[in-house]
């Protein structure tokens, strides 16, 4: 396990079809987060997971977006019922807590909508 | 008035010079600071921590300045490698959450 695994790499959807994007974190991190990247952006917090815990979401993440990690270990990202406004880099991240530092990304997944 | 503020640049700079971002941060409470590093399409990669006392990696120096509320990364001798965008990001005491800024898009100039 060299880093943080997230799959598809590319999602090119029509509007209004779900899609679902898969993240597997380091191993031994505990938390687990999503962030949205939009051209010419910083990331933008989506959701966070302390093993299977999902203890904070942003307001950003709309009711059509759900994340799950079921056993604390692997999470997924739904957007159902997908918008243009949807298109962007969706963003993985882990880690151990802030004491250890900061977060490993994975490489992300671009979604675009059609 | 943001969380976290960036100057976007973008910032052309000669190779071998000094070039110098900061990023300030609106909330006092703000506990832990990063900078992080992004390649065109890629993910950002964490290039260093940013503690009280600052830090140094090469030729990287992290300030923190709390009493002005920003912090600050130098690069010195720059290289043509280190053309990138760089993001500062900030948490809160307490909260798990990484705020970003938007981001400085560096260019170095042969």
């Known amino acids: 396990d060299t880093g943080v695994s997230q799959d598809p790499r590319h999602k090119i959807t029509k509007r209004g079809q779900n899609v679902t994007f898969r993240c597997d974190p380091i191993?031994?991190?505990?938390?687990l987060y999503w962030y949205r990247q939009t051209l010419g952006q910083g990331p933008e917090f989506l959701t966070y997971f302390q093993n299977e815990a999902q203890l904070e979401k942003s307001r950003l993440l709309s009711d059509r977006f759900s994340a799950e990690r079921p056993k604390g270990s692997f999470s997924t990202l739904e957007i159902q019922r997908t918008e243009q406004g949807d298109s962007a880099m969706y963003l993985c991240?882990?880690?151990?807590?802030f004491g250890s530092g900061g977060y490993t990304f994975g490489s992300g997944t671009r979604l675009t909508v059609v | 008035r943001k969380e976290v503020e960036q100057d976007p640049g973008p910032f052309n700079v000669p190779e071998g010079a000094t070039v110098a971002f900061n990023c300030t941060y609106s909330?006092?409470?703000?506990?832990?600071f990063f900078w992080y590093r992004q390649d065109c399409r890629k993910e950002p990669k964490l290039l260093m921590s940013?503690?009280?006392s600052g830090n140094e990696d090469g030729r990287f120096t992290a300030q923190l300045n709390r009493a002005s509320q920003y912090i600050s990364l130098l690069i010195r001798d720059s290289k043509l490698s280190d053309s990138a965008t760089y993001l500062c990001a900030v948490n809160l005491f307490g909260n798990e959450k990484l705020t970003f800024g938007t981001g400085t898009r560096l260019t170095i100039i042969p």
């Open positions: 940013v503690y009280s």
């Open positions: 191993s031994e991190h505990n938390r």
């Open positions: 909330n006092s409470a703000s506990q832990s």
């Open positions: 991240a882990s880690s151990l807590g």
